[in-house]
């Protein structure tokens, strides 16, 4: 069963960071390309990242650029996103998603990060 | 990158169908046809229900379809049933710089 499992959210101050891990369980991940996309309080999903196969090609949102960065470990199935310089307006649940064909086929069920004074 | 605009929230009665818009524009839902659709329940993962506009993934009940004219792609639930209450959303691909763009995700509510 193809699983993706996210963690590492909770309340963080303003200017911190936080890394999220993307755990993935029931496929290869090294065969696909995982996005990061988050939720913010009462909005719709954005898309933030992506990362592909072979870690040569990411992708920012421009809100997220020069901030965040995403990576992946294929040996420990894994994606990761260090979120640097964290504002209130990060406030969100964070989900990873499975790329295929110009689709998210596969979902994590997201974790929250609060910024928070 | 703006949000595809849904319903905020549909409802029926069992056994009815009910359909849920999700309107974008020629740089994505009308650019390509890679619109897929979600069902969302609260802290669990979302699950995709058409792809491809029309297409079915496996383990997807055949009373949900999908269509497209246009800016508008439309995702219709047939037989209505209890367990199709929830959120659902839209997702369009939108090209190479910005992949993919969200609905604003439509409540369904069964009578």
């Known amino acids: 069963e193809v699983q993706l499992v996210e963690s590492g959210g909770g309340l963080v101050q303003p200017g911190g960071s936080l890394r999220l891990a993307c755990a993935a369980s029931g496929f290869t991940l090294s065969s696909y390309t995982i996005h990061w996309v988050r939720q913010a309080p009462g909005e719709g999903l954005m898309w933030i990242s992506r990362i592909d196969q072979d870690e040569r090609k990411t992708q920012y949102a421009d809100s997220v650029k020069g901030r965040f960065t995403i990576s992946r470990d294929n040996a420990k199935n894994t994606v990761y996103l260090q979120m640097n310089s964290l504002r209130a307006d990060d406030t969100a649940v964070y989900y990873c998603g499975r790329d295929w064909r110009y689709k998210v086929d596969y979902w994590g069920q997201g974790t929250l990060v609060t910024v928070s004074s | 990158q703006s949000a595809l605009t849904q319903p905020a929230s549909v409802s029926g009665s069992p056994g009815q169908s009910i359909t849920i818009s999700c309107t974008g524009t020629h740089s994505d839902v009308g650019g390509y046809n890679y619109v897929s659709w979600y069902q969302h329940h609260p802290g669990k993962a979302p699950k995709l229900m058409i792809y491809?506009?029309?297409n079915r993934p496996s383990g997807a009940s055949d009373r949900f379809s999908g269509s497209k004219s246009g800016n508008t792609a439309s995702l219709t639930i047939s037989g209505l049933q209890a367990e199709d209450e929830g959120e659902y959303f839209c997702?369009?691909?939108?090209?190479?710089?910005?992949?993919?763009?969200f609905g604003t995700g439509t409540k369904v509510s069964v009578l």
């Open positions: 997702s369009s691909y939108a090209g190479a710089t910005i992949p993919f763009v």
């Open positions: 491809d506009v029309s």
